[in-house]
């Protein structure tokens, strides 16, 4: 099955800046979602980007996607230190059948945010 | 507020063992999710299910099976626990979302539970 890759695995910033963390994937999606996932606790939604759309906010997030180059990605401006987490992209796969029910994650981005 | 339950937050089995986690959501979602995460390899997807007594395997079926026999539980088995079964395990739920103008459907916003820890000695 397909799979989102983020990009870069780990990313250290003060608070204050802005973060960005891209995703790539292999083959047509419908949407993709981004997810945090705070140490050892399960992933909370961020935002869903379907295929006909290119750029979505969310208060401190912003989501770009370009299904031509296959590939969205994540900002979160004026960081805080509670941004710290590992974000995750996941992508389903476009057409009918189970695999459009399949929400497939990358390896995620781990993302440390210095006071 | 919604909810994802999962039965236990730490659980240690010995190598042998029968082994089951329970998941219970209170959002009347058609689909759930079991995946399992581990260090350096995300999560991936164990076993789905969009209806009751519906089940699709995913990428890592091997050695679990699953049983969905209300629409708000979602079991995940494991038959004879392994040592390379030591892992975290999420189960998640949602909503199907109908894309227009095709005959398909995918998926809403997934809603996790906190994650069992298992530890199989």
């Known amino acids: 099955s397909q799979q989102g890759e983020e990009d870069p695995q780990a990313l250290s910033i003060q608070e204050g800046e802005n973060a960005t963390m891209n995703c790539s994937y292999k083959?047509?999606?419908?949407?993709l979602q981004w997810y945090r996932q705070n140490s050892g606790r399960g992933l909370v939604h961020l935002i869903l980007?379907?295929?006909?759309?290119r750029e979505k906010h969310s208060g401190r997030l912003r989501v770009t996607l370009d299904t031509s180059k296959k590939s969205s990605s994540l900002l979160i401006t004026a960081s805080r230190a509670a941004d710290t987490a590992s974000y995750f992209c996941a992508t389903d796969a476009s057409g009918s059948g189970a695999g459009s029910y399949q929400l497939t994650f990358g390896k995620g981005t781990k993302l440390s945010v210095i006071p | 507020d919604v909810k994802v339950t999962q039965s236990s937050r730490y659980l240690v089995k010995r190598t042998g063992e029968k082994v089951f986690l329970e998941c219970v959501q209170d959002m009347d979602h058609e689909n759930m999710f079991w995946y399992r995460q581990d260090p350096g390899l995300g999560l991936r997807l164990i076993y789905f299910?969009?209806?009751?007594?519906?089940?699709e395997k995913g990428d890592i079926p091997e050695g679990y099976s699953v049983s969905r026999e209300k629409k708000e539980r979602f079991s995940l088995i494991l038959e004879s626990a392994s040592t390379n079964q030591t892992s975290m395990y999420l189960c998640a739920s949602s909503f199907f979302f109908f894309i227009q103008g095709a005959s398909s459907a995918t998926n809403e916003k997934l809603f996790f539970g906190s994650g069992t820890q298992l530890s199989v000695l």
């Open positions: 299910s969009y209806d009751v007594k519906m089940k």
């Open positions: 083959t047509s999606i419908n949407n």
């Open positions: 980007i379907r295929s006909n759309e």
